[in-house]
């Protein structure tokens, strides 16, 4: 009678690591502002969550590929000469040293529990952090979003000067707000901009941009704000520290005493716009359009230039920098 043959055990896969919510909430942010359409914040959501998984399976695939491939020399290595060498110790000889050094093992083991205890209790409580963080962002901006929606579509924002102050009020809180992160801040703007409450352009025949919310004095520091619509904003004496910029339009915009400082405006159009008394230091601006822009007051000697248009009167090299910036000038 032959004995029955083993069953074959099933391959178990290891869970993936669970995704950040700040890289989820990011990936959610370029699915909203790429979408012709409009969707809900759920499936933008669940659609980038289900985009990122994808694409960490593609790369733990990978990398348990290339791990595998780098292992095979050190197989070899233990089969040639390892396991050879191995043969030549005494088995008694070998124990007698294990056994000399366990107590110093268990007393390393000992002294390693409470550092391994409090790294997991941080990790554990930074991670929470974040996530509690996340949830109070997009309750703060859900419950703003809900109360612009309502003000405007009563339709009398752009005429009520005393609901216009009120609405001004509440954006500069809620961009003050510790729990708004740079994607939280981008998602605000761009909602103002979309409904046009930042700047209407004159039509032909009228004289001037109406403003309706203005923007003077707000938080924009580390905002996202790529390709951002700013077209005759006013955005005097605002904090855009080490916001991006890149690619936005600022064209005719008031940034007259605004903080700029380590922002990257690589891309973005200035012409015509109001520059005068800012901080520009440690600013990346190449390739980005300041024509005709008033920079009375501005300094440009700190500032990243490459393919930059610059107005006449700044006797500056518009590819200055290009070389440290990594641009070919060709």
Request: hydrophobic share 40%.
């Amino acid at each position: 009678m032959t004995a029955p043959k083993p069953s074959k055990k099933t391959k178990s896969t290891k869970p993936l690591a669970p995704i950040s919510e700040e890289a989820i909430r990011e990936r959610a942010h370029e699915l909203w502002r790429s979408r012709s359409r409009r969707s809900t914040s759920e499936e933008d959501w669940n659609e980038a969550k289900l985009q990122l998984e994808k694409e960490q399976a593609a790369r733990l695939k990978g990398w348990r590929w290339v791990a595998s491939l780098l292992n095979q020399p050190f197989l070899m290595l233990e089969k040639r000469v390892w396991e050879p060498g191995a043969n030549l110790v005494e088995r008694a000889a070998f124990f007698q040293i294990v056994e000399r050094l366990s107590p110093v093992f268990e007393a390393i083991g000992v002294l390693l529990i409470p550092v391994v205890v409090w790294y997991a209790t941080q990790s554990y409580q930074e991670q929470k952090d974040k996530q509690d963080q996340a949830v109070r962002q997009q309750e703060a901006i859900k419950t703003y979003l809900s109360q612009l929606t309502t003000v405007f579509l009563d339709g009398k924002i752009k005429e009520d000067k005393d609901l216009q102050s009120v609405t001004r009020a509440s954006t500069l809180a809620l961009l003050k707000d510790p729990s708004l992160d740079g994607n939280g801040k981008g998602q605000v703007i761009g909602f103002l901009s979309e409904l046009k409450l930042i700047a209407i352009e004159p039509k032909k025949g009228e004289a001037k941009t109406q403003i309706v919310i203005s923007l003077a004095r707000a938080d924009l520091s580390g905002a996202d704000l790529r390709s951002a619509d700013l077209r005759s904003a006013d955005l005097s004496d605002v904090n855009l520290s080490s916001a991006n910029l890149r690619g936005s339009n600022l064209s005719r915009a008031n940034l007259s005493d605004v903080n700029l400082s380590a922002a990257d405006l690589s891309a973005a159009d200035l012409s015509s716009a109001n520059l005068r008394g800012a901080d520009l230091s440690n600013t990346n601006i190449s390739r980005a359009n300041i024509s005709r822009a008033d920079l009375r007051g501005t300094k440009l000697r700190f500032v990243k230039l490459c393919k930059t248009k610059l107005p006449p009167s700044a006797k500056v090299n518009p590819d200055r920098d290009c070389k440290e910036l990594g641009i070919p000038t060709q």
